[in-house]
């Protein structure tokens, strides 16, 4: 079960960086891919600030296992990863 | 007090269409990815002051007769 979870997560990650460098190479370097990064990089800040703040509550009251922490770990970072994805695609058709 | 809603639009695609270029060549003139290009034609994207400065010089142009700042509508 854990070892599916860690296979999506990386897939998904892979796909998250994949799409970023793809944009970075291709649209990132003039004015208006730097204003698209600069608002995917708020969007992904704000998912680091909730998944630091998901863990401090989880370490602190709910005494997890390592296992456990490492898990969400993988999943806090899989969400960053592809939520930057998404932005991405979502300000590529907006802007 | 009321405030208006302002647009930044512009006639870029029919000065380009004018001149027959291709989103293509213009994006390598000013030193941008095409799709820029397409995004301002689109009034999907505001450009910086430079790149406004840029375009006027490639179109030879005024920035006013390139680019207009209207009222879209009043809200209260």
């Known amino acids: 079960m854990m070892i599916a979870i860690y296979l999506i997560c990386i897939l998904l990650a892979a796909y998250g960086i994949g799409v970023y460098i793809n944009f970075t190479v291709s649209e990132g370097k003039d004015e208006r891919g730097k204003a698209i990064l600069a608002k995917v990089a708020q969007v992904a800040f704000v998912f680091i600030c909730l998944g630091f703040s998901f863990h401090l509550i989880f370490i602190e009251f709910f005494s997890p296992t390592v296992e456990q922490v490492r898990t969400s770990m993988t999943l806090w970072m899989c969400l960053v990863f592809v939520s930057n994805a998404i932005s991405i695609i979502i300000q590529r058709k907006k802007m | ?76």
Not at chain 2, 34 to 46: C, D, G, V, W
Not at chain 2, 52 to 69: G, M, T, V
């Open chain 2, 1 to 76: 007090m009321k405030k208006s809603e302002r647009v930044l639009s512009n006639n870029l695609y029919l000065l380009r269409a004018e001149k027959r270029w291709t989103q293509k060549y213009v994006a390598e003139q000013l030193g941008v990815t095409r799709q820029t290009i397409h995004s301002l034609e689109a009034n999907k994207y505001n450009p910086s002051l430079v790149l406004a400065f840029d375009i006027s010089q490639l179109y030879e142009k005024s920035i006013d007769e390139i680019f207009s700042y209207e009222k879209k509508g009043e809200r209260e």
